[in-house]
């Protein structure tokens, strides 16, 4: 029993992750995405994920949102709100998007985000 409770909390940890990398990689962006198609821009730095979600004062007109259920699908599984920068550090021509792991920290190894490399991006 005592090695399998620590294997246990692996795992679900581990599928929580998995769980972050696909709402990160698939399911945010196709809300981004649906947002792009209507409003013809991304969602800027100042109006962030929240556009998702609540109509913007640019674009209103545009808006057939909301494109997320609600404020729920913006935060992870850790309770933290999932992080949006645009133009990307890491992606340059689009937008950076990135929950920041189980140690809710921004810019460590455990971030799960829409880029390719696992290394730390510099501010």
């Known amino acids: 029993m005592s090695l399998a409770v620590p294997q246990l909390v692996e795992t679900f940890s581990s599928a929580k992750e998995d769980a972050e990398r696909i709402k990160v990689t698939s399911t945010l962006k196709a809300a981004i995405t649906r947002y ?5 821009r991304l969602p800027s730095n ?3 994920l929240g556009v998702l979600l609540v109509q913007p004062q640019n674009g209103a007109d545009k808006w057939r949102g ?16 999932y992080q949006y920068r645009r133009p990307g550090l890491r992606n340059p021509d689009t937008y950076d998007l990135w929950s920041l792991g189980p140690d809710g920290q921004d810019n460590t190894a455990d971030d799960i985000g829409n880029w390719a490399t696992a290394t730390p991006a510099t501010n």
Do not use: C, H, Q, R
């Open 66 to 81: 909301p494109y997320v259920e609600s404020e729920a699908n913006l935060v992870d599984s850790w309770g933290n709100p």
């Open 36 to 40: 792009y198609t209507n409003i013809g």
């Open 46 to 48: 100042e109006e962030g």
